[in-house]
């Protein structure tokens, strides 16, 4: 298991864009959660909580899809600029498992590194995202997750070659990197004071 950081590459922003790779955003967001109720479209700093890191995908892959059972979801999605799927009824279950979601959207886009983003975690950054994509395409990895300092999975992000994926069928394939972020960049809004805590992480302020 590789451990990074940081990347060695000096000339990041939108390097992989030379290298003609196709890099798919996907953010998995359903209408029901169990802790906090449609928590995804729950207001932060006065924006729906899903629309961050739809945003930070929309400025760095080549294509975001948004996949959602929800049409207010859908239609604010639409409004950013990112392209909707339609997810199938058995796919919105509390125990479907992410890799099923990634497979469905593989099986009808052509692209060759996807980014895996979960809807709830607001504080992850445009560079955090280019310097994963920067070790896959340099460091040639088969795919990255975000984890803390104790290496333990944020679930922030991952990124995936499409063959890897469908090859192995999982997300977690043998040999993949980790690269760790901040206390920030790892937080998941799953609880109330997760929401207010984040609020005060970002000062009040509205990030775009």
Not at 119 to 124: D, F, R, Y
Request: glycine residues 4%; contains cysteine; negative net charge.
């Amino acid at each position: 298991m590789q451990v990074l950081e940081d990347t060695k590459s000096a000339k990041l922003e939108y390097a992989y864009k030379d290298e003609k790779i196709r890099i798919l955003g996907v953010i998995p967001a359903k209408s029901r959660s169990t802790r906090l109720p449609e928590k995804n479209l729950i207001e932060l700093t006065g924006k729906p909580l899903f629309t961050y890191v739809t945003k930070v995908s929309l400025h760095v892959c080549d294509k975001t899809i948004v996949s959602t059972d929800s049409k207010e979801i859908k239609e604010i999605a639409l409004k950013l600029g990112a392209e909707i799927i339609d997810r199938k009824p058995e796919l919105c279950q509390d125990d479907t498992p992410s890799f099923e979601i990634a497979k469905d959207i593989a099986e009808q886009y052509d692209f060759e590194i996807m980014c895996f983003i979960e809807p709830t975690m607001p504080l992850l950054s445009d560079a955090t995202l280019l310097k994963m994509l920067d070790a896959m395409l340099f460091d040639k990895q088969p795919a990255i997750i975000t984890v803390n300092k104790t290496l333990k999975p944020t679930g922030t992000a991952l990124c995936i070659r499409k063959d890897i994926l469908m090859k192995e069928k999982t997300l977690f394939p043998k040999g993949m990197a980790v690269f760790i972020v901040s206390f920030e960049e790892g937080m998941d809004i799953d609880y109330i004071w997760d929401l207010r805590i984040a609020e005060a992480l970002m000062g009040g302020k509205v990030y775009d």
